[in-house]
């Protein structure tokens, strides 16, 4: 068993639609948690970081956090075609360095204008 | 200019050739790391590098060396490169300082026939 689930998709909306996306996990030492876009012929960048449970909103990115189910989410609302790319989790479990980052597989995103 | 920049973009060899990627920031980060992306399996750490004189076996490490020429090189070596070694490559930054996620460069695409 991976110790980073993630659903590959892919996963087509209409714009505007409300965007899901999920990440289980096995390791609940994981306290760290982070959420990259990943367009095509490019490298990952960093959408949303969080500590612990809870939510944490950024613009039209939600990310929510429940260690008690391990699980996350990404949530994107009103999403937008320039929004279609692979979306990738990934958790670490210190804050200093991340250099243990263990990442999901991605989801790829598509909406369709 | 690019804040982490990888050399080549794309590269064709054949198996058992001696290949060297290239990475090199402007962030003036400490910390550099490499990664392969597979579909399917995601990111996986290969090495990664605190300074010039600390370099550190991530967990795939086999087949793979690093040579960390400065605190802005970082250079990942396939000594006799075989088919499955065949994925996306990404140099990553970081600063090992709280709440400052890894920064991505935008990878090499390197195809072993």
């Known amino acids: 068993q991976k110790e980073v689930e993630q659903d590959p998709g892919p996963l087509s909306v209409p714009e505007g639609a409300i965007v899901s996306l999920n990440c289980t996990y096995s390791n609940s030492a994981f306290q760290y948690f982070m959420w990259y876009r990943q367009y095509s012929r490019k490298g990952p960048e960093l959408l949303m970081y969080?500590?612990?449970?809870g939510n944490k909103e950024d613009g039209r990115f939600t990310a929510q956090v429940d260690k008690s189910s391990k699980y996350i989410s990404l949530f994107i609302r009103d999403s937008q075609p320039s929004d279609s790319a692979t979306y990738l989790c990934?958790?670490?479990?210190?804050?200093?360095?991340?250099?243990?980052?263990?990442f999901g597989t991605g989801t790829r995103l598509t909406i369709i204008p | 200019d690019a804040d982490v920049t990888q050399t080549p973009r794309n590269r064709i060899t054949k198996t058992g050739k001696r290949i060297m990627l290239e990475c090199s920031q402007t962030k003036g980060h400490d910390r550099m790391y490499w990664y392969r992306q597979d579909p399917g399996l995601g990111l996986r750490l290969i090495y990664y590098s605190f300074d010039v004189k600390d370099i550190n076996k991530g967990e795939i490490s086999d087949g793979y060396s690093v040579s960390r020429q400065a605190q802005a090189k970082f250079s990942l070596s396939l000594e006799s490169a075989i088919p499955n070694q065949t994925a996306l490559y990404f140099c990553a930054t970081g600063t090992g300082l709280p709440n400052q996620p890894q920064h991505f460069g935008d990878g090499t695409r390197l195809s072993i026939l």
């Open positions: 969080t500590y612990s449970s």
């Open positions: 990934a958790m670490s479990l210190s804050n200093f360095g991340n250099e243990k980052l263990t």
